[in-house]
């Protein structure tokens, strides 16, 4: 039986040292979808297997078409103990622009916000690199109090999260043995507020595709040509403008097959919360909830199908003008899906759709992104119990089991691939900036994301 | 009386030091929408007050607010003869983007294209550097041959035509009696083929405006804002595609008033001219006629009024993918006028439009540009007449008068400004590719454009 006490003060006593283990790895601009950053992501995977080693784990770095994957090992644990899977990533977001942001995104530095709050600042502070070192540091707490580790842990660090995981799965089917365990903790999700924890036990999938479309065989004068030659960027106008009706909803064919509405008892969960939309929206600066109609924003991003658009390029973009009519025009577009929908089938209907939008003398060229479907775990599941009462214990308020709109691409692989449910907990905050210029990471995730781990392992292990 | 083939004779003994001369001026880069090329439009304004001082001319670079204006007269003429002021624009467009440049922009080459066929390379060579040392280079024949100019020449090269001719106007209001001649000769047109040269007597006018509309108050994680928070890019997709009905046409109130059709007997001298919309769009890789239906595609570029977008931008448009939603998304949107449309009330109207489609916890920015009515010359006008009679003496076949889809804002300002008129004469070819990578001007271009003028001026001395 560990000691919890000793196990959860030995954290608090590390808590400097982590830090700087922290802000070694922050410094490493490991922007995985950027070929310019090839090196800094290698690097950033060398440093993680060097510290695997340090806390006594047996960790080798993978090569694979893209960047490394880390799998590191610790059989030392008690006698038919569980065996968990930690997963995380070492990559982070580009930073651009870079302008908006008020520190070096890749020089971390703590800053002190008065009453008691700190916040570490740096892009990946809070995704995933200070997620995934609460995790390493509460292992730490264990070695170094007792000697051991209270469950068979193995490690899978990847670097292509941040650009889709393109050599995950072909990793999975190859040496999936390696990372077979009974269920995967997961640190890459949030709070639920800066006092409740939160357990995410539904995650949207994604499907995304590129769209270039090709018009005349070169920019043109739009004096000479505007008015008889196809514009692309038109052209690409009407298909996105054509993705939404006026309710918000998605007008590909067969596009909510799969799609469930949301339990009553399960909305009334979420209703407990308190949240409205005004709070939601009224943090980012907007007030008006848009996409589908009828939902509140919680519901919209939790249990509800997106088609977002995160990209668009077309003609003359710089300072002034150029009255040119471009060659072409391109767009990236995701599909958030939950339930049962069927990415391979979304992203056959959505180009289908795009071809039938398309003259007969202009061609389009797609690039796919990601596919990946929903998952949906039991709410009563034994690991999500203890887990849920081992976050309460720490924190202020109980923990609460929700939906999340993202998507973690390796909960669906594990699911499919190895049969294996994961159990969703992460210390980020809705207000950490992750994706955006200034992510910070607020010091009592990282802190109290220690201890809570220890708790989380110390209930497993029962 | 002049001695006409004396003068043809100089022009043609002349041309490699011509050549040598347009040479010096190509290779100043001189981008006036680029700020980082202010130094270069300066030095080419300069060159050129050089030149016109060693033809005889009181030159002088006047100060604007952009680029300077250079003001030339000579009155060294016979008693009576006509004063015409020549326009042109020593200014260019960007060269982005340079990978689909074959040869250096900014260092011009003489290419030998076979069967006599040579070409002059390099941004400005036929927009406007390469049409305006036409005109420059058959003064020169003139003073060589005969020490003086047929006629009372006043000549205006402007800094900024290809970014809206913003000093333009003010310059034109102070200074209006410096430049104020019986009409003025433009050379920033083009010839109908390679063997019959054309009069341009109506020209499309030009309203742009800038779109720039702000959502949230950074950019957001698709996952955790999708299908809550309003993404820009599908609002302004909404807009672009809103600007067009299923037939083409401009649906913004009020857009068609002062446009009217087409005089049959006009319309018959374009038929006359064989070309067909095959031909048309088949020169640049197209075959569908896009915009309003019903209309031939020499109509819609010569006589119908256009909404276009040149150029749109938002979110992340790099390499790999990004799952953003982001905070703002832009677009350049122009309107090319006909008959009597009122730029004002246009820009005004489109405004109104893009209002009501935003949100209300939306805004949107509006950055002007350009504004000019189109033209619209009298066919029966005696100089138009004169100088059709002279370019069809010089070209294989007869001259002919046409219609020009683009703008010369400069024509609009001299008719309202000065009541002046324009004959519009160059020696442009449609795939001289201006604006877009590897422009050219033809050899036979320049050398016969330099004998048209010397014809075009011997004969409205008579």
Redesign the interface.
Known sequence: MSDLNALLKRADDNLPSSLDKLFDLLRIPSIS???AYKKDCTAAANWLVDELKTLGFMATAHKTKGHPIIVATSENAPENAPHVLFYGHYDV??V?PLNLWDDEPFDPKIKDMGQGRKIITGRGSSDDKGQLMTFLQACRAYREEEGELPLKITIMFEGEE???SPSLPAFLEEHGDLVKADFALVCDTGMWDRETPAIAATL?G?V?D?VVIT?????????????????P??I???I?????DENGRVTLPGFYDGVEETPEDVKKTWEALGET?ER??GE?????????KGYS?LE??WA???A???????????????????AQ????V?F?LVGKQDPAKIRENFRAYVQSKL????KVDFHP??GSPAIQLDYNAPFLKKAQGALSDEWPKPAVVIG????IPIVGDFQSKLGMDSLLVGFGL?DD?????NEKYEMNSFHKGIRSWIRIMNALAK
Chains 1, 2 share one sequence.
């Open positions: 979808t950027d070929p977001q580009p651009d941040e650009s889709g949207r994604l995304g590129e018009a005349a065989d070169r920019d043109l004068h739009s004096g000479f040509f505007g008015g008889a030659a196809a514009n960027i038109h690409l106008a009407d996105l403008a054509g993705l939404h939309d939601f929206l980012i600066g907007l007030s008006v909830p848009a996409g589908e924003a919209l991003t509800r199908p997106t977002e658009v995160n990209g668009v390029a077309g003609g003359y973009t710089g300072d002034g003008f150029k009255t040119v009519i471009a025009a391109s767009a990236k995701s958030r003259p007969d003398d202009c992104h990601g999340m709109g993202g998507s809705n900036r992750i994706h955006s210029p």
